[in-house]
């Protein structure tokens, strides 16, 4: 979404992240590599690994941004020179009118059901600034993301594309809440009776009810409906869908859109996720993890129940069951990848920090930059001992087959919780129903830095642990939802749309599902442009900082830029009455400028075709003597509502490690999920 991204979107639940340390867990003996030992130079693949912490809620200063000829406007070489300006400035028209702040949040009278009117409306929230606006101009639509509103306030400030686009035109800018995410909640609460009228269709149609009857808090704020000012849909990941999917449905509507890492193919394999993590992983990295997976699932699958339950120790989760839940669990290190940015590539946390963990040779006391890695039995221990850190300081407060375990219905407050503002579960319900995306190993005869014992069956299970009245436990992901019709009513990788401009991210984990995807890639054409930045993440184009950071993305930027002057222009021109303001950003003619050279991973249609291994039924796997202690030094009863304790989407707990062997502090963002991609949802 987000998203996900995923991850995030998130792009779902995790398992009390943020608990406190349980006894004796203060300090841990990671046997950290020492601070001033230099990192091999394989670990450095994405060039500039500067990290900005720094408010996307702050205006920008982008005078040097853009460099003006007489022909149009492009990009300026003095680019990384624009930082980000004080915080502190007031909101203010171009008329000199001081506003409301960014984050004032405004309500609309949205309905309930766009199937039975009589049904009333909800309060559906929204932010919305007319800080550049000036008569004539453009609205900006940022479409609704798959979490709270809250916070989402930058979306309308110019360090966002949709501000942005928003001074280039003097245009306004709005972001506008999803229905049963954050506050905007047609009933009370979030039961699988109430998500009847949460489903893809109504949340388009919300988007369409909004812009034909909105008024908008600003002077002739009722007469800018589409049929009498341009709007323009942006969004990313599952909001950039929802951009392409309305569009497609709604022709002519809209003036233009831009859809950044649009998710538009609905897809229960979902294995391209990891594939594109390990196409831009570090080389030595990549061929420890496939050499893990690979060893652990041959002895989960074939091992005695010796070997087995040593597996199991050697991650601390001795007392989860199944083996499936086992390689689900240890994934969590490699959803870190959806948090990189080009302004946070940070060698030392996330992603890299584990790797560069694996890397180490705790006998030479050197790290391995050989692409080969440091061969199994090494990257086995350090990845469990990884896991077994973040387990024991981020782990939940109940029974590792309570925190972990997928195989039976439970009661847990993580899985029933249905009051309103929990993302997890209005997110999961759009997934289980309609979207899939189940995160998988890839299919056999092509590596693998994922279990092969997680596939879409596997997966499903989340939805029977959420929504156990819709999918009763033991319903397959085939029966779950039908993508085939999702994607033939809404054309996934066949849309066909006018006038929208597809921005994606080479490294973006969910590029898979866009139209970017190795397994189905599509080619630019003047009617569908397509835009790939190399260095570009998930959803990079709609945070303008990245463009200052990676060129390419930048790039990106400009030419998507360029197509809405130039679909904004031709509306114009169609619509004489309307006078579009003066003084916009001139850009050149779209058809002209370079597109971004993209070439998809080759990937044999004998792999592309294929699907998921089928492994027999697992059995439970032997456990240890019964305690009442879980095996990791926590209580065996569920002591918390583990739904609200873990991170929200794409976030990460950053957590000091005391590390004995080296008597140092080393900051870690860690992440452990619980059973598969859900706490990492897109966006």
């Known amino acids: 979404m987000a998203l996900h991204l995923l991850l995030t979107v998130w792009l779902a639940t995790v398992c009390a992240l943020a608990q406190p340390q349980p006894p004796g867990s203060e300090t841990i003996d990671l046997d950290l590599p020492p601070p001033d030992l230099p990192l091999p130079l394989i670990h450095f693949k994405l060039g500039d690994h500067r990290t900005i912490v720094s408010s996307t809620k702050k205006k920008q200063n982008w005078n040097t941004f853009y ?61 919305f600034t007319y800080e550049f606006y000036e008569p004539g101009g453009p609205i900006f639509f940022a479409l609704p993301s798959e979490a709270s509103l809250d916070n989402y306030d930058g979306s309308v400030t110019n360090s966002s594309i949709t501000g942005h686009l928003a001074q280039l035109n003097k245009g306004a800018a709005i972001v506008l809440e999803h229905r049963f995410f954050g506050r905007s909640n047609p009933y009370p609460d979030l039961s699988e009776t109430s998500f009847k009228v949460h489903t893809i269709e109504q949340a388009l149609a919300d988007v369409v009810y909004f812009a034909q009857n909105v008024h908008l808090p600003m002077p002739n704020g009722t007469r800018v409906g589409p049929d009498r000012a341009p709007w323009v849909l942006i969004g990313g990941s599952y909001p950039g869908a929802l ?121 030479k006391k050197q790290y391995e930059s050989s692409g080969s890695g ?156 397509i835009a790939v930045a190399d260095g570009g993440f998930h959803c990079s184009d709609m945070v303008m900082q990245a463009g200052i950071y990676e060129p390419t993305v930048g790039a990106v930027q400009t030419l998507g830029s ?39 991973e080759a990937i044999p249609t004998s792999i592309t075709n294929g699907t998921w291994l089928a492994v027999p039924s697992l059995s439970p796997i032997e456990l240890p003597p019964s305690s009442s202690s879980s095996g990791d030094g926590t209580s065996a009863t569920d002591s918390s509502d583990q739904s609200t304790s873990g991170p929200k989407k794409n976030d990460a707990v950053s957590t000091m490690i005391t590390s004995t062997g080296f008597d140092r502090l080393v900051a870690l963002s860690v992440f452990v999920a619980v059973s598969a991609p859900y706490a990492f949802n897109l966006g």
């Open 374 to 529: 440091v061969g199994l039995q090494t990257a086995l221990g350090a990845y469990g001992n990884w896991t077994q850190y973040e387990i024991r300081v981020n782990g939940c407060t109940g029974t590792e087959e309570l925190c972990y375990g997928t195989h039976t219905v439970s009661n847990s407050s993580r899985w029933t919780n249905t009051t309103i503002d929990n993302t997890y579960r209005s997110w999961a319900w759009l997934y289980c129903n309609q979207l899939g995306w189940y995160f998988s190993g890839a299919p056999p005869n092509w590596p693998t830095i994922a279990s092969r014992l997680n596939s879409p069956d596997t997966e499903v299970r989340i939805c029977s642990l959420y929504f156990p009245n819709t999918f009763p436990m033991g319903t397959t992901a085939a029966e779950s939802h039908n993508t085939t019709v999702f994607n033939s009513k809404y054309g996934g990788w066949n849309i066909q749309t006018t006038n929208v401009f597809y921005a994606n991210g080479k490294k973006d984990v969910w590029r898979g599902v866009t139209l970017s995807s190795d397994l189905n890639n599509h080619v630019s054409t003047p009617n569908m442009p």
């Open 243 to 363: 951009v392409a999917w309305t569009m497609a449905q709604h022709p002519g509507m809209f003036a233009a859109g831009w859809a950044s890492s649009a998710v538009v193919q609905a897809q229960d394999y979902f294995w391209s996720y990891f594939d594109v993590v390990k196409q831009f992983m570090p080389t030595n990295c990549s061929n420890d993890i496939q050499a893990v997976i690979t060893h652990l699932d041959n002895v989960f699958t074939s091992g005695t129940q010796a070997e087995q339950a040593a597996a199991k120790a050697t991650f601390a989760l001795s007392n989860l069951q199944y083996a499936d839940d086992v390689m689900a669990t240890i994934r969590a290190p490699i959803f870190s990848w959806q948090e990189l940015q080009p302004y946070y590539q940070d060698t030392q946390a996330g992603f890299y920090a584990f790797c560069n963990y694996l890397e180490y040779d705790r006998v």
């Open 562 to 600: 360029a197509w809405i002057y130039k679909w904004l222009t031709e509306w114009y021109m169609l619509h004489p009455n309307v006078t579009r303001p003066a003084n916009v950003t001139i850009f050149d003619d779209a058809t002209n400028l370079p597109t971004p050279a993209f070439t998809p």
């Open 67 to 127: 460099t003006t000829t007489s022909s149009g406007t492009s990009f300026g070489t003095n680019a990384a020179a624009a930082e980000p300006a004080t915080s502190d400035i007031p909101v203010v028209s171009a008329n000199g009118t001081t506003l409301p702040p960014y984050d004032t949040v405004y309500t609309f009278n949205q309905l309930i059901d766009h199937n039975n009117t009589r049904l009333g409306t909800f309060e559906q929230r929204y932010y």
